[in-house]
Each structure stands twice: as C-alpha cells, then as structure tokens.
C-alpha cells in the first residue's frame, strides 16, 4: 500500500498550502491597498479596504477569487 501512496503524482496546484489570508497579506503589501484597487476593480480593494473585509468577499465570490489568485501567481 505505502508503494501505491510513493507512486503517486504530488498535488499540481500552485495555491496548495497557500491560505487567501496569505495570497491577500502578501498582494497588499506588494502593491499597496490603491493599486491593488486599480489592477483588480473590486469595491473591497478600493472603498475602505482591510484584509478581513476582503476574505469575506472574495470567500464569497468565487471570480473575485479567480482574479486575485491570478495575480499572485504572476507575480511569483
């Protein structure tokens, strides 16, 4: 069984291990709250934003999401 567990392939994703609370953190302090607003047109980036308030939408709003992830890994 362990031999099975060894040959398999190892998880593709990017993000894996990688919380939204980190990809957030980091894009904030890479770009600062104004040009984060501006690369991704997002009501929590640009009107009163703060990471918890961000976490609870792009939680709910899966192409939000899409785009923030997008663009933590072009910048990596």
Not at 10 to 17: A, C, M, V
Not at 32 to 55: H, V, Y
Request: with cysteine.
């Amino acid at each position: 069984m362990k031999m099975e567990q060894a040959n398999k392939p190892r998880n593709q994703d990017p993000l894996h291990g990688i919380t939204l609370k980190e990809i957030v953190t980091q894009l904030v302090a890479q770009y600062g709250w104004e040009e984060l607003g501006r690369l991704i047109n997002i009501k929590c980036f640009i009107s009163d934003p703060s990471i918890s308030s961000s976490l609870k939408f792009l939680r709910k709003t899966p192409w939000a999401r899409q785009k923030v992830e997008a663009l933590y890994l072009r910048k990596e």
